[in-house]
């Protein structure tokens, strides 16, 4: 991708889904995870790529999908409430 503003929302997907996949490895160890403050970076990454153009957010589907899976991942390795 080039350098432009769909870039820095990439950019955030990726950080946030290695933040997820490291979450997951934790809770995989059996380590505790907090995952405070993940509602509100994905909250952050929803508007940012809502204010893109379509032409510039559409490409970011693939990437988004795969953000999606890996949590519903993370929450499958959580313990129940």
Do not use: K
């Not at 490291?22 to 995952?35: H, K, T």
């Amino acid at each position: 991708m080039t350098q432009g503003a769909g870039a820095v929302p990439l950019a955030a997907i990726e950080g946030f889904h290695a933040t997820i996949l490291m979450a997951r490895a934790l809770a995989e160890g059996g380590r505790r995870v907090d995952l405070a403050g993940l509602d509100s970076q994905a909250a952050a990454l929803c508007s940012a790529i809502a204010l893109l153009p379509r032409p510039e957010a559409v490409p970011l589907a693939p990437a988004l999908h795969a953000l999606v899976r890996d949590v519903e991942r993370l929450a499958a390795t959580l313990p129940a409430a």
